[in-house]
């Protein structure tokens, strides 16, 4: 079993900045990827940016491909979004995601990870 933790999230307005953490706890040594997944209101859940463990890659959504970074922490049991220039369309929920062992499936696929995150509401005002 693997816990998360999601903590960060807060009220910002436009172009401001918030760091959100991901608390991994429990059986994590097999953990193949990381993910950060977002669900604005009434809409679907989508993946905003993911790091795999073994090569350190990491992968994002095109909406925020170079406002928002992820990295991991010197314990490698947190996940980190750093997130700058927010905009209005960033408000949502976010989530954190974990992958324990391979698996093929495009890191935006919801189905692809085991273990998910109780959520952080981030709301961008204009």
């Known amino acids: 079993q693997v816990q998360l933790v999601e903590s960060g999230g807060g009220s910002v307005q436009a172009g401001g900045s918030l760091r959100l953490s991901c608390a991994a706890s429990?059986?994590?040594?097999?953990?193949?990827?990381m993910a950060w997944f977002r669900q604005p209101p009434g809409k679907e859940r989508e993946g905003v940016a993911v790091?795999?463990?073994?090569?350190?890659?990491?992968y994002y959504a095109d909406s925020v491909k170079g406002r928002f970074t992820v990295s991991r922490g010197n314990t490698k049991n947190t996940l980190y979004l750093q997130m700058n220039s927010l905009k209005p369309e960033d408000t949502a929920m976010y989530y954190c995601?974990?992958?324990?062992?391979?698996?093929?499936?495009?890191?935006?696929?919801?189905?692809?990870?085991?273990?998910w995150g109780q959520g952080t509401q981030v709301t961008v005002s204009s």
């Open positions: 790091l795999y463990f073994g090569g350190g890659a990491t």
């Open positions: 995601a974990s992958r324990i062992g391979l698996d093929g499936r495009r890191w935006t696929d919801r189905s692809k990870y085991n273990y």
């Open positions: 429990g059986n994590t040594y097999s953990t193949d990827s």
